[in-house]
């Protein structure tokens, strides 16, 4: 499993885009705030269960972002971007 600081470090690496579709009717309109204030509210209640929440929303955010990243210049399916 993926530490908090792990998710931290890939999220520090990488040019956040302003938005992000999670799914057709989802979408993240600054993803740089949601992952500073998810990782704030993480780094603060650790693994409380009631907070696992965050942590998905960041795992989630993490996978479409790789999936974009390795795609490069090629268009993006719907479900993922």
């Known amino acids: 499993m993926i530490s908090i600081e792990e998710l931290q470090t890939f ?3 990488i040019s956040l885009p302003d938005t992000v579709h999670v799914e057709q009717d989802e979408k ?3 993803v740089p705030a949601f992952v ?3 990782l704030k509210v993480l780094k ?6 009631a907070y696992s ?3 998905d ?3 989630e955010l993490r996978n479409i972002l790789q999936i ?11 479900a993922v971007c």
């Not at 603060?44 to 269960?49: H, L």
């Not at 974009?68 to 719907?78: A, I, K, S, T, Y």
């Open 11 to 13: 999220f520090s690496s």
């Open 28 to 30: 993240i309109i600054n």
């Open 36 to 38: 500073e204030n998810h």
């Open 44 to 49: 603060v209640n650790g693994n409380e269960p």
């Open 53 to 55: 929440v965050f942590f």
């Open 57 to 59: 929303r960041l795992i």
């Open 68 to 78: 974009q990243m390795n795609l490069g210049d090629r268009e993006v399916p719907d």
